[in-house]
């Protein structure tokens, strides 16, 4: 079909050429011209009939790309025969192993969608959860196989598989799963423990032994909506773990992850909590393809309205959060919050708080600005400030001057060298700070008492676009092939800023909390003493009126005595 349209192609370039020389000439009219058209829009080359072959092999190139991604991760795939290995030769080479068969053919070979999609979403899974949990001989003790059913459809029969798009575990040289999603599924209302090294058996059970109650790791990150403390079972036998004393011993002699404390501030509306809930993903997942087969992840509630390629508008919400307040003009986050995830062997713990300019008023901001006073007091130092900055902002509007100096004034002077801006929606003036730069340079030039660099070392700009477009997407929105790209060449470069900036906030000397504390405390001491103060200083000058007035009095009468003496 497509050396068919190359030849149209020609044609059609060939004519054109031809006709164009013709109409210039003034042997033929614009009718002509006019003609070719139609019969192009009529012909192989119309813009209907294109779309409608590219959306009649939509499935194909989904399936070529999902390959393409699970060899990449080190699946082995099995397609047609004579074309790499086969099923059963990659089954023998790691027989003791755990071995887990994708059988799978496309879409529309295989009737359940939803099953198609789950089934693909969870392979992958884990695939990566063993690519980034297990090393060296660990990662050898398990092995992915994908299984092309459209290449290969005499592979349900011949493995004595149930047809379908499915995740079969297969060991000792037999199949013990044949359906380890629905597996899955059925066990997922518990709290699974899966150990890492070979279970020692022994023979007397502790007499003090206490059922394991322990809040699941994966709410920290995102992975899991459980807040609460959770029992937990053996993922082979199902019995609920327990522990000794020894537990209790063994978790005192383990060193914490090191902390990275990072507060967030800007105004209102500049996007913080979703900025958040992309460095998230961004963290997560390498790139938007990643993201895209796996649920996107959200630690803070949001929202926003996008528009489909038929210009229908649609809001997009993430999450639930009773501290994010969907009101126009007021600051969405109510309180400051934090929200932890790991980069490499750091803790990183992001601190969201209220926006600054809340169309509440002043004293609206002033008592945000107090409660992260308060917040922050519970933490030792702090890493990094980041503060977010929209990348066009030409002029010193009030509210941006407002912004920036408010957050000098209460940060104390040695904050400055953890002071970063980051810039988000940069994917329109070219991921560069464009107008802002300018208007924020003349802004600190203008606090002499206080020097921030603005240089490479900390500006960073990000955009959240892709962010948006992966929320949209997992929302069922379809969007054209070129804005995905542009949203995949976003993804990636926001990958790329936000390590850029945990390793320039990893490199810093951490800022202390209690200097900026004493530093608002003696801003309070002084300003409660301003009233008391200012009554002293006016009590002080009516008694010295006073004193000028008796003083008057008596110089007065002194001289009446004399007049009268001299009588």
């Known amino acids: 079909r497509k050396d068919q349209l190359d030849l149209d192609e020609a044609s059609l370039r060939s004519k054109l050429a031809e006709l164009l020389v013709e109409v210039r000439s003034g042997r033929a009219g614009g009718d002509k011209l006019e003609r070719l058209i139609s019969d192009t829009n009529e012909g192989s080359l119309s813009e209907n009939k294109i ?39 990659a089954k023998m080479e790691r027989l003791q192993s755990e071995i887990y068969i994708l059988f799978w053919a496309s879409l529309s070979s295989d009737t359940k969608d939803r099953n198609w999609t789950d089934n693909k979403h969870y392979f992958l899974r884990l695939v990566k959860q063993n690519n980034d949990l297990a090393t060296g001989a660990k990662k050898d003790m398990i092995r992915f196989i994908a299984a092309d059913l ?98 209790e011993k063994l978790l005192e002699k383990l060193r914490p992850m090191k902390e990275m404390n990072i507060l967030i501030l800007g105004e209102t509306g500049v996007g913080k909590s979703t900025w958040i809930n992309g460095l998230v993903n961004y963290m997560t997942f390498k790139s938007l393809d990643d993201a895209e087969q796996n649920k996107s992840l959200s630690l803070i509630a949001s929202s926003f309205t996008i528009t489909d390629i038929n210009f229908k508008q649609y809001k997009i919400k993430i999450g639930d959060d009773k501290n994010e307040v969907m009101v126009a003009g007021q600051s969405t986050t109510q309180e400051p919050k934090a929200y932890a995830l790991d980069w490499g062997k750091k803790h990183v713990r992001l601190i969201d708080t209220p926006g600054i300019g809340d169309t509440r008023g002043l004293e609206q901001d002033k008592e945000n600005f107090d409660a992260i006073l308060r917040y922050i007091s519970n933490l030792d130092e702090l890493h990094g400030i980041c503060i977010l900055l929209k990348p066009n902002t030409s002029k010193l509007t009030v509210m941006f001057q407002y912004c920036v100096k408010e957050l000098l004034t209460h940060l104390h002077k040695s904050a400055s060298n953890n002071i970063v801006f980051c810039f988000t929606n940069t994917r329109s003036t070219f991921y560069r700070p464009a107008y802002t730069l300018p208007a924020l340079k003349t802004l600190l030039n203008e606090n002499k008492d206080v020097n921030i660099e603005l240089s490479k070392h900390t500006i960073y700009c990000m955009d959240n676009e892709s962010f948006r477009f992966l929320c949209a997407i997992h929302n069922g929105i379809k969007f054209e092939q070129f804005y995905k790209h542009d949203c995949s060449v ?78």
Not at 70 to 83: C, D, F, K
């Open 490 to 567: 976003s993804w990636d470069k926001s990958v790329a800023e936000t390590n850029r900036l945990f390793e320039h906030i990893d490199g810093l000397k951490p800022h202390k909390i209690w200097n900026t504390l004493s530093l608002n405390d003696a801003r309070k001491v002084i300003l409660s003493l301003t009233k008391p103060m200012a009554d002293i200083s006016k009590n002080v000058q009516t008694n010295i009126a006073i004193i000028d007035d008796k003083k008057a009095e008596i110089t007065s009468s002194k001289k009446a005595q004399k007049e009268l003496l001299g009588k």
């Open 150 to 247: 459209d290449m290969r459809p005499e592979l349900n029969d011949q493995e004595h598989v149930a047809k379908g798009t499915r995740i079969c575990l297969f060991k000792n040289g037999k199949y013990i799963h044949q359906n380890v999603l629905l597996d899955y599924i059925t066990h997922n209302d518990r709290c699974l423990i899966k150990p890492t090294e070979p279970v020692q058996l022994v023979v007397n059970k502790p007499n003090k032994g206490v059922i394991l109650e322990v809040r699941c790791p994966g709410s920290l990150s995102g992975y899991c909506d459980s807040k609460d403390d959770q029992t937990w079972q053996c993922y082979k036998c199902d019995e609920l773990i327990e522990h000794d004393k020894d537990l």
């Open 51 to 89: 779309q409608n072959f590219i959306n009649s092999n939509e499935d194909i190139a989904e399936k070529i790309t999902y390959a393409k991604m699970l060899q990449h991760e080190g699946v082995i795939y099995v397609g047609a025969p004579g074309h790499g290995q086969s099923l059963e030769t």
